[in-house]
């Protein structure tokens, strides 16, 4: 009765009233699709390839839109951290374009200290070629920590930061940062807090207690909260 009543009170026909839905719907659709397809950082990276990080780290929108503020902070933050382990060696296994590296090392010579050895890996070729822009004075090595070994070499300073999470076969890495480090040395870890991430790039994700768990047979290990409480970082003293 109610509806009739309303009809007879407004007669106005609206033809363009489907067309306006149509038009909001579309609008939404494209801007849903961007959002998911689109070229971005983001879009590229959530395949989580080795084809995916050479195609960041060769584009320097892409880059660009990766190194935010926030990003390089979070670099000093954990370059602050990490500096007073430094030794005489640092390797950072997928170091990415070496941002992190240079902010420690600047760090150490802050402190008057200096670093003689500086290896830089990452499984993206591309990462390697922003590392040796950012950072000259490190060495560079293309590899796949999941598929090769250090043979051998160790390094005081063992860095990993937002790797880990990445990695199908977290605990071959676990094993093998262990191996790349000096008896004294020490290995500095970041993941994403694993509560709160849900990123679809990730294969990994680890409360601070599961990371605390995961990391215990690396050797002792301290876990805090960095970047603002979103970020875990570990320090692992294997011996
Ligand atoms: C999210 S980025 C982090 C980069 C850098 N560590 C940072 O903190 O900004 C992940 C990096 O790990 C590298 N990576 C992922 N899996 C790897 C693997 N199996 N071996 C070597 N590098 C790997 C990627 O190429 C990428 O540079």
Request: proline residues 5%; aromatic residues 8%.
């Amino acid at each position: 009765m109610r509806a009739t009543a309303k009809r007879s009170a407004d007669p106005t026909p609206r033809p363009w009233r489907p067309f306006v839905w149509l038009a909001t719907k579309w609008r939404e659709f494209r801007q849903e699709f961007h959002y998911r397809h689109g070229r971005s950082a983001r879009n590229v990276t959530r395949r989580n390839t080795r084809r995916a990080y050479e195609k960041l780290y060769a584009a320097d929108d892409l880059l660009a839109e990766y190194l935010v503020p926030e990003r390089l902070a979070f670099y000093e933050e954990v370059a602050a951290i990490a500096a007073p382990f430094a030794g005489r060696s640092v390797v950072d296994i997928g170091c990415g374009d070496g941002n992190l590296l240079r902010a420690l090392l600047d760090n150490v010579a802050r402190r008057g200290n200096s670093i003689e050895r500086v290896l830089a890996i990452d499984y993206a070729r591309s990462a390697l070629v922003r590392v040796g822009e950012v950072v000259p004075e490190a060495e560079q090595r293309v590899m796949d920590f999941l598929r090769g070994n250090l043979g051998g070499e160790r390094f005081d300073l063992v860095l990993c930061t937002e790797v880990l999470e990445h990695m199908p076969q977290p605990e071959v890495a676990r094993e093998r940062l262990v191996q790349a480090c000096t008896a004294n040395g020490t290995i500095v870890i970041t993941v994403p807090d694993g509560a709160v991430d849900v990123w679809e790039g990730h294969v990994n994700f680890w409360t601070e207690d599961q990371i605390r768990v995961f990391l215990a047979p690396a050797g002792e290990t301290t876990v805090r909260r960095i970047d603002g409480g979103s970020g875990l970082l570990a320090i692992v003293r294997p011996q």
